[in-house]
């Protein structure tokens, strides 16, 4: 299983970024996928998660309306669209897929300043 995440960035707030995380070594369509953050100090926290056809979202209180999360299972993808950005939201973002374990990306940093 490998989980590759990509498109983090340095952002002003109130900017967008997309997150990608693309998926290999397992069924991608028959599992649920999940985005995680984690800021300097705190725990890790989840932040969005889709079920295996895309049908079914589910999002952390502090970013609902802002976030939204898809995926492409014919691309084998995740993806997290973060709309206006708070500093708040600066974290080093992974991506999740829990089959017989949990399996992780390497994360993907985001920066949110002025």
């Known amino acids: 299983v490998q989980l590759v995440e990509s498109g983090g960035g340095l952002v002003q707030p109130g900017e967008s970024l997309r997150l990608s995380c693309a998926a290999s070594?397992?069924?991608?369509?028959?599992?649920?996928m999940s985005w995680y953050r984690q800021a300097p100090g705190k725990e890790r926290e989840l932040v969005a998660g889709?079920?295996?056809?895309?049908?079914?979202?589910n999002y952390a209180g502090s970013v609902k309306g802002r976030f939204t999360i898809s995926r492409d299972n014919a691309k084998n993808t995740v993806y997290l669209q973060m709309n206006s950005l708070k500093p708040e939201d600066t974290a080093v973002y992974y991506c999740?897929?829990?089959?017989?374990?949990?399996?992780w990306g390497q994360g993907t940093q985001v920066t949110v300043s002025s």
């Open positions: 070594g397992f069924t991608f369509s028959s599992y649920p």
């Open positions: 999740n897929a829990r089959l017989a374990r949990n399996y």
């Open positions: 889709i079920n295996s056809r895309g049908g079914t979202t």
